[in-house]
């Protein structure tokens, strides 16, 4: 049964760093599909990171791209998302989520999520 279960949430200011870790259970982490996704309040969900290929790349969303890293450790089932140099937009309930590679564009598409993990970036 697939599982996944987020923690490290919390707040912090303007510039500051989180890392967010995702405990799963029911998927092989040597495959791709795992990833993240975040709401913000009253927005629509945004997908903003996968583990894209079987070589181990890594999609990040426009919104995070450079600012946002993923890596996991298969041995501990466990995937992670670093949140560095957070805005006040980067507000929102962070997921783990599971699926599959997108075949013909960049990305991954999701069927399963967690519970969230809520992030505050604010004075």
């Known amino acids: 049964q697939l599982q996944l279960v987020e923690s490290g949430g919390g707040l912090t200011q303007p510039g500051g760093s989180l890392r967010l870790s995702c405990s799963v259970s029911?998927?092989?982490?040597?495959?791709?599909?795992i990833g993240w996704v975040r709401q913000a309040p009253g927005r629509e969900r945004e997908s903003i990171s996968c583990?894209?290929?079987?070589?181990?790349?890594?999609f990040y969303s426009g919104s995070v791209k450079g600012r946002f890293t993923m890596h996991r450790d298969n041995a501990n089932n466990t995937v992670y998302l670093h949140l560095n140099k957070l805005r006040p937009e980067d507000t929102g309930t962070y997921y783990c989520?599971?699926?599959?590679?997108?075949?013909?564009?960049?990305?991954?598409?999701?069927?399963?999520w967690g519970q969230g993990t809520q992030v505050t970036v604010g004075s």
């Open positions: 029911g998927f092989n982490l040597d495959s791709p599909g």
């Open positions: 583990f894209s290929d079987n070589s181990g790349s890594i």
């Open positions: 989520a599971a699926g599959t590679p997108l075949v013909h564009a960049p990305g991954c598409t999701f069927h399963h």
